[in-house]
C-alpha cells in the first residue's frame, strides 16, 4: 500500500487538539492536510498544515471577558511505515514545525471592561510525534486514523495515493 515514488495526500479532522489555550472550550475542530511522499518502501516524508479554534471565557463576580483563539500549524513530516500489505499500512512518525496563533477579545463586561488589555498568547516551535493506520477502500482511496501529539490528539479522514513509479 505504501511503497517507493507514491504520493500520499490526506485530508483529517480530530478531536481536541494540544494546542487549545488551558481550559479553553473548541469552537473549530482541528483538521489537517498533509502529504507523503516515499523515499523507499519503509521512509516517508512530506508536510502538514493544520486549523484549529477554541474560546477562552472566564467569569466571576467582578464580571466577564472571554478570547477567540486561532491555531495554524505548518510543519514537515518524516514517517517509518512498520507493516504495509496491499490493504493495510500501520506507521509512525515525527513532525517539526511552527504554530502560528492569535486571539482576539470577545467579551468583557464588568470591571473587566477596563482592566483586560492583554491577549493571551501562545505559538512558536512545535514537536510532535504520532501513530497510524491506513485501511484501503479502493485502488486510490484509503481511510486513516492517527493518534499522538500532532494537530490533534485523535484524527480520522481519508488519503488519497498515487503511485509514481
Not at 464580571?63 to 509512525?92: C, K, P, Q, W
Request: glycine share 16%; aromatic share 16%.
Amino acid at each position: 500500500m505504501f511503497n517507493e515514488g507514491k504520493i500520499v495526500a490526506q485530508v483529517g479532522i480530530g478531536v481536541a487538539s494540544p494546542y487549545y489555550y488551558s481550559g479553553s472550550d473548541g469552537l473549530f475542530p482541528p483538521i489537517h492536510f498533509s502529504a507523503e511522499y516515499g523515499i523507499d518502501d519503509k521512509i516517508g516524508v512530506g508536510g502538514i498544515f493544520g486549523y484549529a479554534a477554541s474560546r477562552y471565557k472566564h467569569s466571576d463576580f467582578r464580571g466577564t471577558y472571554s478570547y477567540r483563539l486561532v491555531y495554524r500549524v505548518f510543519g514537515a513530516r518524516g514517517s517509518y511505515h512498520f507493516y504495509n500489505t496491499e490493504d493495510m499500512d500501520i506507521y509512525a512518525g515525527g513532525m517539526l514545525g511552527v504554530n502560528i496563533s492569535n486571539s482576539t477579545l470577545t467579551e468583557t463586561t464588568g470591571v473587566y471592561n477596563t482592566q483586560v488589555n492583554d491577549k493571551p498568547s501562545s505559538g512558536g516551535i512545535v514537536l510532535g510525534a504520532y501513530a497510524g493506520m491506513r485501511y484501503r477502500l479502493n485502488k486510490n482511496l484509503s481511510a486513516f486514523g492517527e493518534v499522538g501529539y500532532s494537530v490533534s490528539w485523535v484524527s480520522l479522514g481519508v488519503a488519497l495515493g498515487i503511485d509514481k513509479k
